[in-house]
């Protein structure tokens, strides 16, 4: 079935499956990841796969994508058999994937990477203008205005994620899986998105959307199949169940509130001020916090909002205003000062940023803790710091085989995790978070949310930078709107997704208008 974006009325898809998928297996050693999955998508039709990070969605689209070839079962497409042995296969049969964990290569263009390995070519030699050309039309697809000649690296995580977008409309895919696609997008973003899932399936696409956000997937799909540790545990019609019925799926258990109750005590003392602060990407930035407190920062992407972040723990420092910080020292000058002074920062892009993707989970943990105080973290020849990290990395329940495999090797939210355990390690004074659930399972976030609850309720002060409003508003005892680089309002504890909209939007149409 089929709803259009104009009418909503529904309309018959093809009865056959376009897409069948039947008895997947696969094993990596003696770990059985998935375990005799079946599921199947028709054309013209939206299917939702949920459950835990580590529940084995991951692999399921990588051998859909090519990337790994199953121990057992077939998969079908259009009726008939094929073996996809190579992401090349994969391509040739119509399939493509948009990955949660970004894949483009920074040092090339936009236009580049969009045609990577697929560049047109006049005589022989690679046709840079109607490769240029083409970028153009399909990011004009996904309404984006981003110049096809700038290097990938140089963007913002939002709008690499638009490209990746992008590469896989070039491909004239009749299989399209969107894994997590609109966790580094904000609410402008993610609505052009929908609008092109719509248009997709009005013209016959069949459409996999991997997401934990309960809301899109309800907005979106037509049938909603759950995976829980390897396996099918439900193959659902959107209209015959609700968000909570597949959350008990997913986790297996009635997860209660997912935020923390807030203590209701009043903010301590001040632990970071700045007055008047400026750099290159934010003007006139005042802002206090303190201890005991957990202030959420809201605003459409490129307002400043992740730029504060960077400010505040020294990646791209203040280079004006007056800042106080609780140790007398004045602002951290780097990331390193600001690791040394237990100012703790969870960045947005943890794949290029956050992590050692080739070591190991208890060696990724300790990587803080190691250059707080070196002779104590010695993980790999056995020191004395081991059984704090793997002590954490099962408080914050990390799937994984065992603490020494590659931290590349797991889930972005299980990676995400990992992240947060290192700055558990040392106990920082300030956490200034980025991002912090992108891509994490809903009761991942539940753990990492109690966690920071607990963190503030000791002491601490928090910081959470978000393009999630419920995000926001659920964990942040007070939240801070920011436009055009400056702060434009401050709302209190359960501000509503209207109110700080907006502030957000007015304030930017009201600079721009200027």
């Not at 009749?174 to 052009?192: C, M, Q, S, W, Y």
Request: proline share 4%; aromatic share 4%; charged share 25%.
């Amino acid at each position: 079935m089929e709803t259009t974006a104009k009418t909503g009325v529904r309309e018959k898809t093809n009865l056959k499956p376009r897409l069948d998928m039947r008895d997947i297996s696969k094993r990596f050693g003696a770990v059985t990841v998935l375990d005799g999955i079946s599921l199947s998508c028709r054309a013209g039709e939206v299917l939702a796969v949920c459950g835990e990070n580590g529940a084995g969605k991951s692999t399921l689209m990588k051998i859909l994508a090519g990337f790994y070839r199953p121990d057992g079962g077939e998969i079908h497409i259009d009726g008939k058999p094929v073996h996809l042995r190579h992401p090349l296969d994969s391509q040739r049969e119509g399939v493509a994937i948009i990955h949660q964990e970004l894949s483009l290569l920074p040092h090339r263009t936009v236009a580049q990477n969009i045609f990577l390995g697929r560049e047109p070519t006049r005589f022989g030699i690679v046709d840079h203008k109607r490769m240029r050309q083409a970028a153009l039309a399909a990011l004009a697809r996904l309404q984006s205005n981003i110049d096809p000649d700038v290097r990938a690296g140089a963007l913002p995580i939002a709008d690499q994620q638009v490209v990746e977008i992008a590469k896989a409309l070039t491909l004239d895919a009749r299989i399209l899986v969107f894994d997590e696609p609109t966790a580094a997008l904000d609410n402008a973003e993610a609505a052009k998105l929908f609008q092109l899932i719509e248009e997709l399936r009005r013209n016959g696409a069949s459409i996999l959307y991997i997401s934990h956000r309960m809301g899109e997937v309800f907005a979106l799909a037509d049938r909603i199949c759950v995976i829980k540790d390897g396996r099918l545990v439900g193959d659902l019609p959107r209209n015959e169940t609700d968000s909570d019925a597949v959350v008990r799926l997913m986790v297996g258990r009635e997860i209660g509130a997912l935020f923390p109750t807030r203590s209701g005590a009043e903010a301590g003392e001040q632990v970071f001020s700045v007055k008047a602060g400026r750099n290159r990407h934010l003007r006139d930035v005042t802002l206090t916090l303190k201890s005991g407190e957990i202030v959420g920062v809201a605003g459409l992407e490129g307002s400043g909002k992740t730029a504060l972040a960077r400010a505040i723990t020294g990646d791209e420092p203040f280079d004006a205003g007056t800042i106080e910080v609780w140790d007398g020292k004045g602002a951290a000058s780097s990331p390193r000062e600001a690791v040394r002074r237990k100012i703790a920062y969870v960045p947005d892009d943890r794949k290029s940023e956050g992590l050692g993707l080739r070591q190991s989970l208890r060696e990724n943990a300790a990587l803080t803790r190691r250059a707080l105080s070196p002779s104590l973290s010695l993980v790999s020849h056995g020191g004395c710091a081991a059984p704090l990290l793997d002590q954490l990395l099962r408080q914050l329940d990390v799937r994984a085989a065992n603490h020494t495999m590659p931290v590349g090797a797991l889930s972005g939210g299980n990676q995400q995790k990992v992240v947060v355990a290192r700055w558990l390690a040392v106990n920082p004074r300030l956490w200034v978070l980025c991002e912090p659930t992108r891509g994490v399972d809903v009761g991942a976030k539940s753990t990492i949310y109690s966690i920071l609850r607990s963190f503030a309720d000791a002491g601490g002060s928090v910081l959470v930078v978000s393009s999630d409003l419920a995000e926001v508003i659920g964990l942040s005892d007070r939240i801070l709107v920011m436009s055009e680089g400056r702060i434009a309002a401050e709302c209190p504890a359960g501000a509503s997704e209207e109110d700080i909209m907006k502030h957000a939007v007015l304030s930017h149409q009201a600079r721009a208008a200027s």
